[in-house]
């Protein structure tokens, strides 16, 4: 057969032996080549399908209860917060109609002493009128004196008796000691009445004294509502910002699941792509092997042979490109998915911590309003012992002292509170700019990275499938490598 080819004058050169050689071992070259990206690719199919998408699978399902549960335990957990505010609201408003009919009445009261007094200075004035008629009397009874005397000295003349003088000079000495009584009694009354009317003054002062604290404390109280009621409307703020947040993140999560099939799709039309290839290719070989047994005299044949092998080798070459743009995408995925962990786990421990500050501040407004609702306590026994001492002033008098006292102490720890209610805000809301600041660079970080919060999760079996990766690859395209050397 060789010889006859060697003999024929169709033929140009006898280095055709030579150039089916070199197609046969680019032919199998090729096939080569190709059965190592097929294996490569089922390879990288086989780790996609076993391990990351499973794991992917399970850690979204997994995800997406933690959500849901998390998600109920906080509606739960915020409407009892918000059932417990709303009865605290409830109390206080109950406590600030208390002390509203509390000043009404110690109004009352400061009319009723105001009338007091006024009866208490007509009195005095009555008094002072009593008092001026005994010294009327007594001029009247200087006179009357006078009038005995001169009578006296007529009968001491006329009857010269030294019995009837004895008489009437007790008479007269008498009636002296009488009205010397009576202007002491009125002058003891006097002094009383001055007496009375200072403390009933004293009295009123204290109340009035009192009243404008009772509006202090009702202003004060009255403040206190409006904060929870912001607070209250603040938190309900949150919580819908929360819960669009949450429908932004699921909507993220089905956009990537999409992505997803829709990658793993092409990779399956790639492998069948890929796997047509080798067909023809392996077709073409044995088309090939028959016709250089036929007729090796055919070189058109073998151009287009080559051309056609030409254009394999180069379609070859573009999926092996295509498919190491994959592996680095996915390397560099896997890459940014790990530094997204790291700062989804920084991220979350200072949401942890700020939680934790959150619910202190929590527990402390609560002591906060068992200490207000013991002062108000407080408040209502003081009150309770002022109303006492319109029955006994003179024991009530120590009382209101130490009642002042306790007052005093109770305005000194109101105020101590409200110095820690003022710096605890201060720091809730140094928690809230750190939260704020944190998270704004936590988005500024996914958009940097084109990701989402749901994919940051524990990758250690989509680095460890990276690995995989990159163990199959480097011993898989060695031979290729050395083959097209």
Known sequence: MEQNLQKSPQLGHPLDIDDTKYVSGLS???????????????QIEYIFCSQLFSNFQSQSKSLQKIYSEARKAAEDAWKKKENDLLLAIENLQHENKLILEENRSLKLEKSKFVNHEDLFSKKIYELQEELKQPFQKEEDLQQKTVEVANGGKMQVNLLEAPEAKAAVRINMEKIVEELEEKNNLLLKKQRGLELENQEVRGELLRKFREVDEGMELQNKLLQLVQSRATLIVQKEKQLKEQEEKTNVLLAKLESLEKDFYVIQEKLSAKTDEVEKEKELCEKLLKENES??????????????YITENKSLMVKVQKLEESLDGLQKELRMRAEELAGGRKSQKQLLQQIDSNNLEMLKIGQQLEVLEKEKTLL??????????????????????DETSEGMELHGKLLQQIETKDSELLSEKKKRRDVIASYKSLKSQ??????KCGLTPEIMLPLSNIEDGSDSLRRNSNPVTSPGKLCCL
């Not at 199998?28 to 089922?42: M, P």
């Not at 108000?376 to 008098?397: C, I, P, S």
């Not at 936590?442 to 958009?447: E, G, P, R, V």
């Open 28 to 42: 199998t070259i090729l096939v080569a080549t190709i059965q190592e990206a097929k294996d490569r690719i089922s």
């Open 291 to 304: 016709h250089l047994l036929s007729s090796v005299t055919n070189e058109q044949l073998l151009n287009t």
């Open 376 to 397: 108000l306590a407080k408040t209502k026994g003081l009150e309770e012992k002022v109303d006492k001492l319109h029955v006994d002033l003179r024991l009530k008098n």
């Open 442 to 447: 936590y988005n500024f970080l996914l958009a």
